[in-house]
């Protein structure tokens, strides 16, 4: 591929339309870039830079966030805070599927009042009613080898 092409005096100028025939790697043979999980240069100089001064760029973060300044506050809680709370809600044994009824109704009732966000609710009510679906598979395999054996107990 050829970046120069020559003018009309026979002079060398820039190919402002590159030669594309030529397909394949965008490496030379046996180069083949960047090695997976290698870090960009960029990343590896800001890393250097900061290598030394981290504990005063935290403390400096630390002062403008408890003088004030929101974003570096957001920056900061962000990082510290998990993103995920345990909830303690006092729901019922699932014991049937029909038990699902009840959690469910505490679950949706702890979303109303506030207790709990419209997504942990949500996550709470998807794990209650796979549990139930769950009871309730149990249950008719259960009835179903139970049936199995009457027919084959009557079949004799």
């Given amino acids: 591929m050829s970046a120069m092409k020559p003018d009309s005096n026979g002079q060398s100028v820039p190919n402002p339309q590159p030669d594309r025939s030529v397909r394949g790697r965008p490496f030379q043979k046996g180069n083949g870039g960047r090695r997976p999980g290698s870090r960009n240069r960029t ?68 979303m109303a009042t506030g207790k709990i966000t419209p997504g942990e609710g949500a996550a709470m009510s998807n794990a209650i009613t796979a549990y139930a679906r769950t009871i309730n598979m149990a249950e008719i395999e259960e009835r179903l080898t139970k049936i199995e054996k009457q027919l084959q107990g009557n079949g004799k």
Wanted: aromatic residues 6%; proline residues 3%; glycine residues 6%.
């Fill in 43 to 110: 990343t590896v100089l800001a890393q250097a830079l900061l290598e030394g001064d981290a504990d005063a760029f935290y403390r400096k973060g630390r002062e403008l966030a408890l003088a004030g300044d929101k974003q570096i506050l957001m920056f900061f809680l962000g990082r510290t805070l998990p993103k995920e709370r345990l909830i303690c809600l006092d729901l019922p044994e699932l014991d049937c599927s029909s038990d699902a009824v009840d959690a469910l109704a505490i679950v949706i009732d702890a």
